[in-house]
């Protein structure tokens, strides 16, 4: 059957084979097949990949251009006993970073904060979800891909024996609540595991217990003085936590029994998360030349709190420094950490996004 539109009320009509008109059954006018066009068939519907989710935003999501994509997270838990004064600052700097030095388009940048007036933008469980699926939907050789995330982080006890220190570290959504939290193995297996190859992942997560929260299988242990080596992490059982042949490399606010600071400490100005704060300085500061300088670059921003700020031990600098130190006055509690899905000379590959 062929579909014809009725030459006066335009209703579709089907044409039966070898026929040269047809009278409408609605409004009994006679259509005869006299023009080509009335033979075209419809156009096909837009393409939408389906969702492995049953909270799909509504739409099709952004437009891919330029080889590039992000998705950024910030929440502050508003009105709750959580709440978070950085969260939204670090995910609109990280914007601002990403287009202004990176050239990323607005138009393939997805943003998840409180303030968005679009629901489908509000940082809750089904939202994430679906925006980390989106982020590596389609991609192709060539493709740089960005996620970032300030928040809460967690951990949750891990029942599997994948994890070395017995637990998943988790991510918390707005709604976390009452939906749940975001573990570590679906964050890999949404984002990591089906990276073909030829496609780089970037991922930076300023949130609590964050160390491994792709649970990429290595992680680059550095001490101060810079030195480093890799950590097999590896789940025993075997389970891949790989990718299918892409790039992932990320960075993340603190080591996995650590916790990170949001506070105005760093920037004097307002609150930002200390991590997201760190790693966009070093970028601005041309300190980011390869990824250990990235991280020691970024180690030393919170660490020598003094020098960075211009300061002499004020009362800024205590703040800092009891917030990282958990009013101990010794030892730093949170140090940013690299993992990776493959490991590499850290001082010879350079930082590229």
């Not at 599997?160 to 988790?170: K, M, W």
């Amino acid at each position: 059957m062929l579909l014809v539109d009725c030459s006066n009320c335009r209703r579709a009509l089907e044409l039966p084979p070898g026929a040269h008109s047809i009278r409408c059954a609605i409004c009994h006018a006679v259509t005869r097949i006299a023009d080509s066009r009335s033979l075209q068939p419809p156009p096909p519907p837009p393409f939408t990949a389906p969702s492995p989710y049953n909270h799909a935003p509504r739409g099709p999501p952004p437009a891919v251009h330029g080889r590039k994509r992000a998705v950024i997270c910030g929440i502050s838990y508003r009105n709750s006993r959580h709440e978070l004064k950085g969260c939204i600052n670090d995910a609109k700097c990280m914007k601002y970073l990403l287009v202004n030095k990176f050239n990323f388009p607005e138009s393939a940048i997805l943003m998840l904060n409180e303030e968005e007036a679009d629901p489908y933008r509000h940082p809750v469980k089904s939202n994430i979800r679906m925006a980390l699926y989106w982020l590596v939907q389609g991609c192709q050789p060539g493709d740089s891909l960005v996620f970032h995330y300030s928040g809460h982080g967690s951990q949750k006890r891990n029942y599997t024996g994948d994890e070395i220190d017995g637990y998943d570290e988790t991510l918390c959504p707005l709604d976390f609540q009452t939906q749940g939290m975001i573990i570590d193995d679906e964050i890999n297996e949404t984002i990591v595991r089906p990276l073909p190859r030829g496609v780089k992942l970037h991922a930076i997560i300023d949130a609590c217990h964050s160390g491994t929260v792709l649970d990429l299988p290595f992680l680059c242990r550095m001490d101060r003085t810079g030195r480093y080596v890799w950590e097999d992490h590896r789940p025993r059982s075997g389970v891949w936590k790989g990718t299918s042949g892409g790039e992932v490399i990320s960075f993340s606010g603190c080591d996995d029994n650590q916790t990170s600071a949001d506070t105005d400490a760093l920037s004097r100005i307002t609150s930002t998360g200390a991590m997201t704060y760190s790693f966009i300085q070093a970028i601005e500061r041309g300190q980011a030349t390869t990824y250990g300088a990235m991280l020691n670059a970024m180690r030393s921003t919170i660490r020598n709190t003094d020098d960075d700020l211009g300061g002499g031990g004020g009362i800024v600098t205590s703040l800092l420094t009891m917030l990282l130190t958990g009013g101990s006055g010794s030892g730093l509690r949170q140090e940013p950490q690299l993992t990776a899905n493959e490991p590499f000379d850290v001082y010879a590959k350079p930082f590229s996004i």
